[in-house]
């Protein structure tokens, strides 16, 4: 059971906009730490998507957007594409340890 | 062009020992905070263990204190994971992964393409 909670999946078609929510706590994001995502496409590492919160490094598409709200995140794809088909992770800080959240399963209908 | 590749991986029976590195390459690796992170089959990911840029500073999980040792050698531009005492549960992909010490909270910017371990009778 992880300290940052994800939902299992989600799913959206072509074009379409979804968000992933990130839910933790007073001691991790709470407590002001920031969030980072990371996306894991099929047999593959998993590659930094969104960092601090809200900023995209550099390649990353800007229909991938990230935002932080009290003891929350998420990260929102707007213009799906079949391509974004993948594993999504938050990543925060918890008590001296780096804690990622389950991931979620992202299927492009 | 940032590299890290990670090589050490294999079948080892419980209670056994591994020693897995990891090469850098692309950019000043004595600059940079370094990291293992697991991930079990099907399972998500973990965080495993953190070493400081001089090697001084070092954390690891509660899953791994007392069997793992991170450690690195600025000169070699590498990067190591000693591995005692394996249990099954230590069976994952082990990813090799930079740090940018950059913010409040740390994060990964480049992983390497990871070595598997699988630990087994």
């Known amino acids: 059971q992880s300290v940052l909670t994800q939902p299992p999946s989600v799913s959206g078609a072509p074009g379409q906009r979804v968000t992933i929510s990130c839910t933790g706590s007073s001691s991790n994001i709470g407590a002001g730490f920031d969030v980072h995502w990371y996306q894991q496409l099929p047999g593959t590492a998993p590659k930094l998507l969104i960092y601090g919160n809200t900023n995209r490094p550099s390649g990353v598409p800007d229909r991938f957007s990230g935002s932080k709200s009290g003891t929350s995140a998420s990260l929102a794809i707007t213009g799906l594409q079949a391509e974004d088909e993948a594993d999504y992770y938050c990543q925060s800080y918890d008590n001296r340890w780096l804690i990622f959240g389950g991931g979620t399963k992202l299927t492009v209908l | 062009e940032v590299q890290l590749v990670e090589s050490g991986g294999g079948l080892v029976q419980p209670g056994g020992s591994l020693r897995l590195s990891c090469a850098a390459s692309g950019f000043t690796f004595s600059n940079y905070s370094m990291n293992w992170v697991r991930q079990a089959p099907g399972k998500g990911l973990e965080w495993v263990s953190y070493i400081s840029s001089t090697g001084y500073t070092i954390y690891q999980a509660e899953s791994v204190k007392g069997r793992f040792t991170i450690s690195r050698d600025n000169a070699k531009n590498s990067l190591y994971l000693q591995m005692n005492s394996l249990r099954d549960e230590d069976t994952a992909v082990y990813y090799c992964?930079?740090?940018?010490?950059?913010?409040?909270?740390?994060?990964?910017?480049?992983w390497g393409q990871g070595t598997l371990v699988t630990v087994s009778s």
């Open positions: 992964v930079r740090d940018p010490q950059s913010g409040v909270t740390p994060y990964f910017d480049y």
